[in-house]
């Protein structure tokens, strides 16, 4: 397995991380997960100006500027054997002897490599379930942080149900997903949770609003509560690996008529044709 480490593409044996690293022992980075269609990075910009944003918000600077990880990217993706697939990249602030408070300086340390989830092409046809749980997570939900525990342990709970992804609420305030951003549909309007510090402002969910105004659904960024997750006509998820994922189950209750609806077909079609 080749990875990038820094700014060379170095086999994985190579590679060499130090304990004190702060990512290791603080989760003190930040991270990407970036599809490729074709041998071409989906929204590659918009992910390196989220990167970005990240770094400036936890007060990292970026080892090299997003163009020249962009070129970097594009390389180790030319090693790639499949056409479809993501890249996995982060960036942590590097080696520094433990101490809680930021060191004075540290360079930051970068990996990337290549992953090969597939398509989830056959679940979008069924559509999938999810259960529900507070969300326990911290207040920066916008940082695309390493520090993962909160979601973790909230997709744990979907995997020990059975189901592909717990929706997370505060209070009964429908957040987002444990990796994925939540939206429901009633009465054709697709509602899913305002951009702020309560979710992550997922690369997927701007085509999904895209795509929507190209298919003249209405699209608005309003919270809405459990209850009317639990009465929507239609609810689905979005995120890199997952795409458009129908959910036709939540806490064991089926979602509209148990099967994809109507406005969530025509987004997941609409985003297959915009890939292709
Ligand atoms: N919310 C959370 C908490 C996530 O981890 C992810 C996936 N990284 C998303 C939303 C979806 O973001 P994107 O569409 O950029 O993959």
Known sequence: MKILWNDRIVDRNECRIDPEDRGYQFGDGIYEVISFYNHQLFKLTEHMERLSYSAGEIAMDLPYSTEQIAENLKKLVELSDKADGQIYLQVTRGY?????????????????????????????????????????????????????????????????????????????????????????????????HPINNLILNGITRRVVRDLAEKADIPFREEAFTTDDLMAADEVFLSSTIMEIMPVVRVDGQTIGTGRPGKVTKTLVQLFHEFVN
């Open 96 to 192: 520094a002897p433990r101490n809680h408070a930021l060191p004075e300086k540290a360079d930051p340390v970068l990996t990337a490599y290549l992953m090969h989830h597939p398509r989830p092409l056959d679940a979008q046809k069924t559509g999938v379930a999810a259960v529900t749980a507070e969300d326990v997570r911290w207040l920066r939900c916008d940082i695309k942080s390493l520090n993962l525990l909160g979601s973790i342990l909230a997709k744990q709970k979907a995997v020990e149900n059975g189901a592909s992804e717990t929706i997370l609420h505060r209070g009964g305030t429908v957040t987002e997903g444990s990796s994925t951003n939540v939206f429901m549909v009633k009465n054709n309007t697709i509602y899913t």
